[in-house]
């Protein structure tokens, strides 16, 4: 028998989930890989990050941590082309699992180690990574595997990363050398990189380079590149063995036969940036017993749920439009829900995931019911595809007693209760909800409705100013009256069709069409004056607030407006400058005002 470790390279951190279980606690090292390209990150040092991870690691558990060097938990290497130090920490990195880590060897039959180096040898020989099955079936037949005990190996040896086989997908291709795949991934995630370089020339770059730099999106002209062409064989390892791995491995999302979208390449939000695109008064929270969501699924969630492969009854789709207001980072997302108007917004908060809907109130709860699906849906794929049997994610809510502007803390279905988790690992009972304050995306048999209940129950909607800090800013405000008419049970709205403060939501929910340029046509028609117009404009950091903002001083009857009602609204879509029939004739219907058509 021979005693092997599984190869870490291109890993960013190894554990042992083994020690935990044995009672054990479990080792980490950080593996900080390209170290070729660290000399393009602005913001920050490797010395600097390591003093950070230093000040961060509790005194407790720095006993856990295998350093580097003294004060220096991040290994420092580089697969792609490594040298003689790149080899020796390689081989330190492999000595240190063995040696701190005994949980993670795994005994190997001797007739599978043999058949595994002269495999990898052989690929050596021939100068390339990847080999077909039957090539390998050789390989296996000349150390005296037959095709039972040759199919266990290969799978024995992807659990242990040693190879990559993936029989569902490509059963006939064979990744001897597990980087091939970090390869080909890191090829695009490096051209991030290149793209920000301003020497970069755009006739050298490839063909269909704008798509990719400002939607994420990779054509089959851009992998054509050579650029991208490391690693491929023209009968065992091609272009559409690529694309249909990673699609189904949901790194990658199919949006046309010949495009697909890459999540993980996207830009990354601020989180002072986020709050402007939290729309939803009460968002779904994707709350994990396990202390937050495991690295990727976020990404693959993004990836399931657009991915053509993966349809649900209303496609979701990304929004490229120019004029629409489409937030498109790896943390903060908003998806167009097919046969619905409005959209869905998921943000990323590494602890949890908020799930946002603006659409019209009369669709709400179906939005709702099929967005709800469609996430949990996706996590179990995600969970399945990753192999993370501990991603075990519950519908939550935002824990209303310990929400602040810059922390939250979601709070989760606990023994038919909600319960607020809190830093300290201690939990807080946030009362039984009352059957006007539970959020339309629950399902009944998830409450316990308690009439009986006496104190002040924490509802979902914040109590009246709550939220706001600065009237004098024009997003907060429109968010706090946002929340305050979305809590409202029914629809308030005067029979005469006159309009108030109160309906800002009913009036923008039909008003989701209009485009930038819409907005501030419609702003100048209703009788707002030009100078507040272009300031709400300019200071809007979506069009979403563009809207709310400009809908909001006219229902405060600012400037030159004379008339507040659906008549007005209708009469102004009507107007040259727009010229909406359709948005016009459809609140003309639904507010019983068709005399002014």
Known sequence: MSDHSPECGGADECSSEEDSSNGQPPRILLLGTHRDLKHLCETETVEQKNEQLEALIPDKLKKQVIYSADKKPIFEINGLTPDKDD????????????????????????????????????????????????????????????????????????????????????PDVVFVDPQVLLDKVSELVQFTFELKD????????????????????????????????????????????????????????????????????????KPEEIRPHCVSPSPLVVHFADGGPQHGVCCSLIAHVLSTANRHPCPWSVRHAHNSPACLYRNCIQFQVSDYNGFVMLIDRYTYFEVHIRTS??????????????????????????????????????????????????AYIRNREWTCSLDCNEFDSVASLKKEHIPCWLEESEYIEDEKNDREPHTMSKRKGEERTDPKETTETTDALRKESSSTAECSVPQDGSLGKDDLVEVTDQLMDLDQSDIYNLGLVLGLAHRRVVDLRENSRSNLAFLDAVVLHW???????????????????????LGHTGIATSIAEKYGVKDCL
């Open 87 to 170: 080899k020796r920490m390689a081989e330190a990195i492999r000595e240190c699992i063995v040696h701190e880590c005994p949980s993670r060897r795994e005994k190997t039959p001797w007739r599978w180690h043999v058949f595994n180096h002269k495999m990898k040898s052989i690929a050596r020989r021939m100068k390339r990574n990847v080999l077909s099955r039957e090539e390998c079936l050789k390989i296996a037949a000349s150390v005296g595997l037959d095709k039972e005990s040759f199919q266990l190996s290969l799978e024995f040896f992807h659990n242990l990363s040693l190879i990559f086989y993936y029989p569902s997908i490509l």
């Open 555 to 577: 229902l405060q009857r600012d400037d030159c407006v004379e008339e507040v009602s659906w008549a007005a609204l209708v009469k102004a879509l009507l107007h040259q400058r």
């Open 361 to 410: 109130r009369s669709k709400l709860v179906e939005v709702w019911r099929h967005v709800r699906c469609a996430v949990f849906s996706g996590l179990e794929s995600v969970s399945t595809t990753l192999g993370y049997s501990n991603n075990k994610p519950s519908p939550a809510i935002l824990c209303p007693g310990h929400t602040t502007a810059n922390n939250s803390h979601p």
């Open 198 to 269: 301003p020497s970069a020339k755009d006739s050298l770059l490839p063909h269909g380079w704008q798509q990719y730099k400002n939607n994420a999106q990779i054509t089959e002209k851009f992998l054509e590149n050579k650029r991208f062409s490391s690693h491929y064989h023209e009968t065992v390892f091609t272009r559409k063995h690529l694309t249909t791995l990673l699609e189904r491995l949901l790194v990658f999302a199919r949006l046309s036969p010949d495009t697909w979208f890459m999540p993980c390449v996207l830009k990354h939000l």
